[in-house]
């Protein structure tokens, strides 16, 4: 089989992967109001679980990093499965509100570690060069798809056989479609010499791979002392503290407004479909405009579905919904294979894992506090309002800490320059 054709077998690869970790994470949402109506827990009781996962799923994902620049992306794939699928097939025994914060926030987050953006965006990395923001957008789309899936599978199952069983079911099924795909994985074109695909190589290319040899050997230890590293460590904080308010407790939000469940279900799908198209447009969009005008524009479509979705008491026409979804769904996540282009642009190499991760923490406390947030808000006020309001001026000062750190790293005079203490 041909390095090319193999290249993108691990693209399928890692959009399955991704597709059924996040499909999962996300469709907590939809779990989140079976689990209240039988328990009778507090919002943001119930809701810290996923925070919780959210924080463990960034402070592991720089171990992460770290385990796949040691023993290879394939490894980790593979463990990541392991855990993912007793983690999910064991939720359906939960009686306490520790079970939930056991069984879904520690081993599911480290499951969805295994299994998340750290080694693929390693693996993806070392297969493709150029075009490397439009294939890992092809890959980070799974998100999406996994949503667009799973949300509403996730409904039928629960309506169909109770929350219970749908785990079990959704748990068996992570094993038995994901353990022989990663089997197949392999780290790297060649395992004996590190060859990467230069998908659709050209001049330009070989003169951007010609200058960053010339770049410093980046360990995360020199990767610190830069600003770009601070400045995306911020906007990965950000980020989950300005978007995972909306996408855990939307379907919440919608029901409390009188919308049917069904409903409900079917907007957090259209969002997370839409965020497949949004990963690789906005990936794409990233290799040929730029990096921080790609940014730009996805903040302006998820800060504007925020809008609409404050509005909705109001406005009271299922069409707002899908106008919200379309919005928020495009930009819902866009800045995932931005954020992985940016970071190989700027520190690509043997150690790129483990400075990849270690940014993740950021994502990690901001996807902990934001939902918790909300729920505490809601408990407090009864009302989503303060909370969503909140999301815009955050995301608003994302997208300025994007600017800054690709302003702090500009070509002079067709020369690379980095900034080091």
């Given at each position: 089989?041909?390095?090319?054709?193999?290249?993108w077998i691990i693209v399928s690869i890692?959009?399955?992967?991704?597709?059924?970790?996040?499909?999962?994470?996300?469709?907590?949402?939809?779990?989140f109001v079976a689990i209240l109506e039988e328990f009778s827990w507090s919002r943001a009781c119930t809701v810290g679980a996923f925070s919780l996962s959210a924080l463990l799923l960034g402070i592991s994902s720089w171990?992460?990093?770290?385990?796949v620049d040691r023993f290879g992306s394939r490894k980790i794939l593979v463990g990541g499965v392991m855990i993912l699928a007793f983690s999910t097939f064991a939720s359906g025994w939960i009686q306490e509100v520790w079970h939930l914060y056991a069984l879904f926030g520690v081993l599911g987050a480290l499951g969805g570690c295994g299994l998340g953006w750290v080694p693929h965006s390693v693996l993806l990395s070392d297969w493709f060069i150029q075009k490397r923001g439009t294939m890992v957008g092809i890959a980070f789309s799974g998100l999406g798809a996994g949503i667009l899936l799973?949300?509403?599978?996730?409904?039928?199952?629960?309506?169909?056989f109770g929350w219970r069983i749908a785990y079990m079911i959704l748990g068996s099924m992570v094993l038995i479609f994901l353990l022989p795909l990663n089997c197949m994985v392999r780290n790297r074109p060649s395992e004996r010499n590190g060859l990467s695909i230069p998908y659709r190589s050209n001049p330009t290319t070989m003169v951007h791979e010609a200058e960053k040899s010339q770049a410093p050997d980046w360990t995360l230890g020199r990767a610190i002392r830069t600003l770009p590293f601070w400045c995306l460590i911020l906007a990965f904080f950000l980020l989950p503290l300005g978007i995972f308010p909306v996408i855990v407790h939307q379907v919440a939000y919608i029901i409390d407004h009188g919308y049917s469940r069904i409903l409900a279900a079917s907007i957090l799908g259209a969002v997370g479909?839409?965020?497949?198209?949004?990963?690789l447009l906005f990936g794409t969009l990233s290799d040929r405009i730029g990096r921080e005008?790609?940014?730009t524009w996805s903040f302006v479509c998820s800060i504007t579905g925020i809008v609409i979705l404050l509005l909705i008491p109001s406005l009271r026409d299922v069409f707002w919904l899908y106008l919200y979804a379309l919005l928020f769904g495009v930009g819902f996540g866009a800045r995932g294979p931005?954020?992985?282009?940016?970071?190989?642009?700027?520190?690509?190499?043997?150690?790129?894992?483990?400075?990849?991760g270690f940014i993740n923490i950021g994502n990690g406390i901001g996807g902990a506090l934001g939902p918790w947030l909300a729920g505490y808000l809601y408990d407090t006020t009864g009302s989503y309002k303060i909370s969503f309001l909140t999301c815009i001026p955050i995301l608003v000062g994302a997208c300025v800490l994007f600017w800054m750190a690709g302003w702090s790293r500009r070509r002079k005079n067709g020369v690379w320059k980095y900034y080091r203490a």
């Amino acid at each position: 089989m041909s390095k090319s054709l193999y290249g993108w077998i691990i693209v399928s690869i890692s959009f399955a992967n991704i597709a059924t970790a996040y499909g999962l994470r996300f469709s907590f949402s939809i779990f989140f109001v079976a689990i209240l109506e039988e328990f009778s827990w507090s919002r943001a009781c119930t809701v810290g679980a996923f925070s919780l996962s959210a924080l463990l799923l960034g402070i592991s994902s720089w171990l992460a990093g770290r385990l796949v620049d040691r023993f290879g992306s394939r490894k980790i794939l593979v463990g990541g499965v392991m855990i993912l699928a007793f983690s999910t097939f064991a939720s359906g025994w939960i009686q306490e509100v520790w079970h939930l914060y056991a069984l879904f926030g520690v081993l599911g987050a480290l499951g969805g570690c295994g299994l998340g953006w750290v080694p693929h965006s390693v693996l993806l990395s070392d297969w493709f060069i150029q075009k490397r923001g439009t294939m890992v957008g092809i890959a980070f789309s799974g998100l999406g798809a996994g949503i667009l899936l799973l949300g509403p599978v996730s409904q039928f199952l629960i309506s169909s056989f109770g929350w219970r069983i749908a785990y079990m079911i959704l748990g068996s099924m992570v094993l038995i479609f994901l353990l022989p795909l990663n089997c197949m994985v392999r780290n790297r074109p060649s395992e004996r010499n590190g060859l990467s695909i230069p998908y659709r190589s050209n001049p330009t290319t070989m003169v951007h791979e010609a200058e960053k040899s010339q770049a410093p050997d980046w360990t995360l230890g020199r990767a610190i002392r830069t600003l770009p590293f601070w400045c995306l460590i911020l906007a990965f904080f950000l980020l989950p503290l300005g978007i995972f308010p909306v996408i855990v407790h939307q379907v919440a939000y919608i029901i409390d407004h009188g919308y049917s469940r069904i409903l409900a279900a079917s907007i957090l799908g259209a969002v997370g479909f839409l965020s497949s198209i949004g990963r690789l447009l906005f990936g794409t969009l990233s290799d040929r405009i730029g990096r921080e005008k790609a940014v730009t524009w996805s903040f302006v479509c998820s800060i504007t579905g925020i809008v609409i979705l404050l509005l909705i008491p109001s406005l009271r026409d299922v069409f707002w919904l899908y106008l919200y979804a379309l919005l928020f769904g495009v930009g819902f996540g866009a800045r995932g294979p931005i954020v992985v282009a940016m970071m190989a642009d700027f520190y690509h190499g043997k150690h790129f894992g483990s400075i990849y991760g270690f940014i993740n923490i950021g994502n990690g406390i901001g996807g902990a506090l934001g939902p918790w947030l909300a729920g505490y808000l809601y408990d407090t006020t009864g009302s989503y309002k303060i909370s969503f309001l909140t999301c815009i001026p955050i995301l608003v000062g994302a997208c300025v800490l994007f600017w800054m750190a690709g302003w702090s790293r500009r070509r002079k005079n067709g020369v690379w320059k980095y900034y080091r203490a």
